[in-house]
């Protein structure tokens, strides 16, 4: 695409024309019907509602620079580009100030999430907007981001068997892994094991098989110390 369709014929000569940053066209000027259902739902978010109207689409987005998920595939590419819209901001004091209203003092991200082992790992491997946006819908991920009071928090959304992630982060994975290794959660098994998500039921049972295993372990060594004992017992009294 010319540089100009967005910024307008101004631009078309050098020297530039005086105005020509006056007419910079916005993303809904060329996505009108997804930019409304976007629209809609950014309008109900905390950044819409709380801050000021300086806030908008390309606050986040670059438009030079934006890919979409559904090409980049990749979970970890993915999560590196999302996370970095939303940690350019609130890992860095310079520019939340820049945002926050009323000198608000920014909550480090990691003491705010002390409760989640290793934020650092998590940061790589997940999206903030898979725990702070609505997870009804299952199928698209919405551009309401909510009030701290309404975060996930449950680990098992993600450490579970039918981890959310499968129709939000690795939904664009899902179908063609499944064709390759015939089951569902290879792409967490190979690319990013969730513990917990497995859905193999021969991983599961060769991981049943090692607990058991251990147990049994566990049990035979404390049997054959009380019986050592109960022997070395009834010597003594001899
Ligand atoms: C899809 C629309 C789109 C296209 C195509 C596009 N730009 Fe931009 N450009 C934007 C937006 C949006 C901004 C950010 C304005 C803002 O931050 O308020 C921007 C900002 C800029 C800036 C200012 C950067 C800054 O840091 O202030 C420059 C310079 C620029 N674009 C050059 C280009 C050039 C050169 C091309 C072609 C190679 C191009 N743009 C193509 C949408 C576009
Ligand atoms: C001047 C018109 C124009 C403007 C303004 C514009 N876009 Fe686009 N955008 C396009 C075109 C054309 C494409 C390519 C569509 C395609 O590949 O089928 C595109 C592609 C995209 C895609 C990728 C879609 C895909 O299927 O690969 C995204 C995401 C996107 N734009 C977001 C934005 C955002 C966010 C803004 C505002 C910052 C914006 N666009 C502004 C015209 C525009
Ligand atoms: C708080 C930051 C933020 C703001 C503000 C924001 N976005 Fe997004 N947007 C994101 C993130 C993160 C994603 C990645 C989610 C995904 O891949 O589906 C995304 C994804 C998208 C996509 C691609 C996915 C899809 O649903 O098609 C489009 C298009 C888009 N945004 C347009 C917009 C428009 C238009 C606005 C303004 C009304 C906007 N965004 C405001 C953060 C933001
Ligand atoms: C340019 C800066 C900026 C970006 C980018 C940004 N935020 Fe924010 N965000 C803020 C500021 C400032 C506030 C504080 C608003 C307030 O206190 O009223 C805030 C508030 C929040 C809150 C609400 C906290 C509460 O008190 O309930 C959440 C959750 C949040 N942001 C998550 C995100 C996520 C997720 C992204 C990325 C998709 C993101 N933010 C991108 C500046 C930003
Ligand atoms: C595993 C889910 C999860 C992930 C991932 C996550 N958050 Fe949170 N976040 C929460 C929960 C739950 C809270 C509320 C914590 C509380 O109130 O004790 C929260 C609180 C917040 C707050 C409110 C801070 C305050 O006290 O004002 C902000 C801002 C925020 N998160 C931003 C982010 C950003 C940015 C990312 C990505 C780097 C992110 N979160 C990733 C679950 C998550
Ligand atoms: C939004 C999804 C999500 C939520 C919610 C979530 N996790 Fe995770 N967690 C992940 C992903 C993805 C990984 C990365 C797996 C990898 O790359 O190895 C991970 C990794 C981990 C790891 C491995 C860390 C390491 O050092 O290897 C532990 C432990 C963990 N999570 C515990 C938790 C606990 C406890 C909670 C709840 C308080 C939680 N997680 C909530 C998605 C999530």
Request: proline share 3%.
């Amino acid at each position: 695409m010319a540089c100009t369709k967005c910024h307008g014929d101004g631009y078309d000569e050098h020297p530039h024309e005086a105005d020509a940053k006056d007419s910079l066209s916005e993303c809904q000027d060329c996505h009108a019907r997804k930019a409304m259902r976007i629209e809609r739902q950014f309008d109900k978010s905390v950044h819409a509602e709380n801050l000021s109207e300086t806030f908008t689409c390309v606050t986040c987005h670059d438009a030079h620079s934006m890919t979409l998920a559904a090409k980049l595939r990749d979970p970890h590419k993915i999560v590196a580009q999302d996370n970095k819209i939303c940690l350019d901001c609130h890992d860095s004091d310079l520019a939340f100030a820049k945002m926050a209203p009323d000198k608000k003092k920014r909550p480090p991200i990691d003491d705010i999430h002390d409760w989640l082992p290793n934020t650092r790992l998590h940061w790589k491997a997940v999206r903030c907007i898979e725990c702070h946006t609505p997870t009804e819908d299952k199928l698209s991920l919405s551009h309401e981001i909510q009030n701290k009071d309404k975060a996930e928090k449950k680990c098992a959304t993600c450490h579970s068997a039918n981890s959310s992630l499968n129709a939000r982060l690795y939904r664009h994975l899902a179908t063609e892994e499944q064709n390759k290794y015939g089951f569902l959660n290879s792409v967490i098994l190979s690319n990013s094991y969730v513990v917990g998500a497995t859905r193999s039921p021969t991983l599961d049972m060769i991981l049943i098989g090692l607990f058991v295993a251990t147990l049994a372990g566990v049990i035979g060594h404390g049997l054959v110390r009380v019986i050592m004992t109960r022997l070395r017992r009834s010597k003594n009294h001899d």
